[in-house]
């Protein structure tokens, strides 16, 4: 098992950061913990990676026990964490060397491994990390995190302030890193990242909402959704909200998400209401249950 | 329809030396009107924006912001926007009803307005029992709803938010928003910078940047179509990566 977690609860003071979380991480497998910011991912993490001590349950990662054999973890893991924390005045080429001695081993041995993300950066190897772009930092924190060839590697929120071509890229290259057999464990405030995993937590307020496949979880859905338009979006949420027979409503970009309590709902019925409430252009049409829908069903 | 423009940008450009970080951009806004202001990290929204703020002088083109032009009116400019930003919101170590008091000074107000405002603010937030909390212990979510409404106190015309809905949870992102749609459907403008793709997906319409220049502006609708893809995301990767 690439990550084994049971029972969990974490405190600070009188925030109860993780209430009794468990979970299994299989070998190879790249699996997203999502949840927005405060939902204690990061905490989970300090756990996993020996850095902070739970209050209750047990761990291990890559067969290890987290405070028995917290020194095996930390030569077999690789950590990512969410603040840049490689040495701003360090060049490129300077803070891999450097992260390579402290595990003891060289940036030739691993090579192989980040070979293809470091060939990106190395056109600045000799520049000072704290002058590199979000992007390419993110790269190296990468490349740091894998020079000792680590069997799982966490990543916490390795793609929060990076535009969408730098994310796509970054899991592009998480996907190319789990062929080589590294176990991942991802945090991501981003839902539409989880859908690049193979299994998901949704996680909130210290609390596991639901585990399962990108695939499954969204047939958790409870309702049939609808996509409501009209010409005045404000006025259109508050009505729909006033609609009798709501479920729930939940602005989704261009669209409402809409669904109702009955289960032989009328669109035609809606249409109506909306008109005589004096919108116009309404459009309703049926709709897929996405995974930000699941989560807000889940937390309410 | 009919309706002013509240912002006009006419091939507005900076430059640092060489380098041109804004190239030549030219756009309007309307008043009411939630505009979407994208960018890959590093294609000149910020430089832009600043511009827009009063806090940047342009190297050349023109622009105004509330009717008040962005190189000779500056101060006139910042008494009638508002400002919020992910990064820097509000005072944690003062409480709510201090960091009210102190914004609502910062922007003018007077002592018998700024009271009526807090009152007023408290009540819609539905903030009555943590108003004498410090801001730093209230969660992320609310920190930003009364972010939000503290950059509105002074009623400005247009208000910029940067990256308002990043890390929040989606019901709370969507409180958000609706507390967007209704500031923008009393008239004022709502000028939204972001590489928060889904972000850009409530706006009106949306602007992209790509290396300093506009490279796209539509509704999110008319992108899509036009770039015959689901979603706004894909809509700027294909921009970004030509």
Not at chain 1, 126 to 144: F, I, T
Not at chain 2, 58 to 83: C, L, Q, R, W
Not at chain 2, 223 to 232: A, D, I, R, T, Y
Request: aromatic share 10%; charged share 25%; proline share 3%.
């Amino acid at each position: 098992m690439g990550i084994q977690v049971q029972h969990i609860s974490k405190s600070f003071k009188n925030v109860q950061a993780l209430s009794d979380i468990s979970f299994d991480v299989k070998n190879g497998e790249l699996f997203g913990l999502i949840g927005p910011d405060g939902a204690g991912k990061t905490t989970l993490f300090r756990i996993l990676t020996t850095l902070l001590i739970a209050n209750e349950g047990s761990a291990t990662v890559a067969a290890f026990d987290v405070i028995n054999n917290y020194k095996d973890i930390r030569k077999n893991v690789g950590y990512m964490p969410s603040k840049f924390s490689l040495y701003q005045d360090l060049t490129v080429e300077e803070n891999l060397s450097f992260f390579a001695t402290i595990f003891g081993t060289t940036v030739e041995e691993n090579y192989e491994l980040i070979k293809d993300i470091y060939i990106q950066i190395e056109p600045f190897k000799g520049r000072r990390a704290k002058d590199l772009s979000g992007g390419m930092k993110q790269k190296l924190a990468l490349c740091c995190a894998l020079i000792h060839k680590p069997k799982v590697l966490f990543l916490d929120e390795p793609t929060t302030g990076v535009d969408p071509v730098s994310r796509k890229e970054f899991w592009e290259m998480l996907k190319r890193l789990q062929q080589k057999g590294i176990t991942m464990l991802v945090s991501t405030p981003y839902m539409d990242e989880a859908a690049l995993c193979d299994r998901i937590a949704l996680i909130q307020d210290g609390k596991i909402l639901q585990i399962d496949t990108p695939q499954e979880i969204v047939k958790h859905y409870p309702k049939t959704i609808f996509n409501v338009q009209a010409d005045n979006m404000y006025q259109l949420i508050i009505y729909l909200k006033e609609f009798e027979y709501q479920y729930s409503v939940y602005p989704f970009g261009e669209f409402v998400h809409y669904s109702d309590h009955r289960n032989g709902f009328e669109i035609n019925e809606l249409k109506a209401y909306l008109e005589t409430k004096g919108l116009k252009n309404v459009i309703i049409q049926k709709t897929a249950a996405t995974i930000e829908d699941t989560f807000m069903e889940l937390a309410k | 329809m009919g309706k002013q423009n509240v912002i006009e940008v006419e091939n507005l450009t900076k430059s640092f030396g060489d380098f041109t970080a804004v190239d030549s951009i030219s756009f309007e806004v309307k008043q009411g009107e939630i505009f979407g202001f994208l960018g890959a990290n590093g294609a000149g929204k910020t430089t832009a924006m600043k511009m827009l703020i009063g806090i940047s002088k342009p190297t050349s083109g023109n622009a105004s912001v509330a009717g008040f032009d962005v190189y000779h009116h500056t101060e006139d400019i910042k008494k009638n926007i508002g400002y919020m930003s992910q990064k820097f919101a509000l005072y944690d170590d003062l409480t709510v009803k201090e960091n009210i008091t102190f914004f609502g000074g910062i922007y003018g107000l007077s002592r018998p307005i700024i009271k009526e405002k807090t009152i007023e603010l408290i009540e819609e937030l539905n903030l009555g029992d943590v108003a004498n909390q410090l801001v730093g212990s209230l969660p992320l979510g609310w920190k930003q709803k009364i972010s939000f409404s503290v950059a509105l106190l002074h009623n400005p015309k247009v208000i910029f938010l940067d990256e308002p809905t990043g890390g929040v949870d989606p019901i709370t992102r969507r409180q958000f928003w609706e507390m967007i749609y209704k500031t923008a459907n009393e008239g004022t403008t709502v000028f939204v910078t972001t590489h928060y793709m889904d972000e850009s997906e409530y706006c009106d319409r949306v602007s992209i940047m790509v290396d300093g220049k506009i490279e796209a502006l539509d509704t999110p609708k008319n992108l899509k179509s036009q770039f015959n893809v689901s979603n706004m995301n894909d809509v700027f990767l294909k921009l970004a990566r030509g």
